[in-house]
């Protein structure tokens, strides 16, 4: 398993561009969501996702949109880029932020998965 | 706003050392979970308390939460130069189960 991918890893913006940072999963969680983070700030909920068709707003949704057409896959969009963007941006997926016992005899840990990240620099 | 507030912010000891970082919530919670973020990576999972357990161990780690004072603690004994690294908590909140809130995190340092 790949786990959580993000692309790209680093991008370099113009002030108004727009891009998309991608996001897929091959563990068949129904919870995605994507976080910023800025020094001194941890990381900051922009957006959630509990299913496939199902997005919803977290701490600092303003300036990104979100869809969810299937349940690998989990894209941010910034519409027109603006310097205070520029972060560090990390995608997460789980099963559920609940401990209960799974098939085969193992056990759902309650854990977000993360991505390795997106560094997006907007000049 | 964050749920979550780590203290302390940076943190360096000696290998052999404990580590001990604290973390306050505002809010109510259904679990705590504490989490690590090595330098340019993404985080990783490290243990979860429910609300309703005092304290939990996992190898070197033990976790405490003590919600009349909505606070937890990680202690990681023995520390390794290898445990350098940020730790965060997140809590995941009893009115909305849908979304994981996080600290500032605390830099650990461990010096070899």
């Known amino acids: 398993n790949a786990g959580v991918t993000q692309t790209p890893k680093f991008q370099v913006l113009k002030t108004g561009q727009s891009m998309t940072l991608q996001c897929a999963q091959d563990?068949?969680?129904?919870?995605m969501s994507w976080y910023r983070q800025d020094p001194g700030m941890g990381l900051r909920l922009i957006h959630y996702?509990?299913?496939?068709?199902?997005?919803d707003q977290g701490e600092v949704p303003n300036g990104y949109n979100v869809s969810r057409s299937t349940t690998e896959d989990f894209p941010l969009r910034l519409l027109s880029a603006a310097p205070s963007q520029t972060s560090v941006y990390f995608c997460?997926?789980?099963?559920?932020?609940?401990?209960?016992?799974?098939?085969?005899?193992?056990?759902?840990?309650?854990?977000?998965?993360f991505g390795e990240g997106s560094r997006l620099t907007v000049l | 706003s964050q749920q979550g507030e780590e203290d302390p912010q940076a943190l360096s000891i000696q290998e052999g050392e404990n580590a001990t970082m604290n973390c306050s919530y505002k809010?109510?919670?259904?679990?705590l979970q504490w989490y690590r973020q090595n330098s340019g990576r993404g985080l990783v999972h490290l243990i979860l308390?429910?609300?309703?357990?005092r304290e939990k161990h996992s190898g070197r780690l033990r976790v405490t939460l003590d919600t009349s004072k909505k606070s937890s603690s990680l202690l990681i004994t023995a520390s390794r130069a290898a445990d350098t690294a940020s730790y965060f908590c997140?809590?995941?909140?009893?009115?909305?189960?849908?979304?994981?809130?996080f600290g500032a995190g605390t830099r650990l340092t461990v010096k070899p």
């Open positions: 997460a997926s789980s099963y559920s932020f609940a401990i209960y016992p799974l098939a085969g005899g193992s056990a759902n840990t309650g854990e977000l998965f």
């Open positions: 563990m068949n969680h129904e919870y």
């Open positions: 996702s509990v299913g496939a068709g199902i997005t």
């Open positions: 809010t109510s919670i259904n679990n």
């Open positions: 308390i429910r609300s309703n357990e």
């Open positions: 997140a809590t995941v909140r009893v009115y909305n189960n849908n979304d994981m809130r």
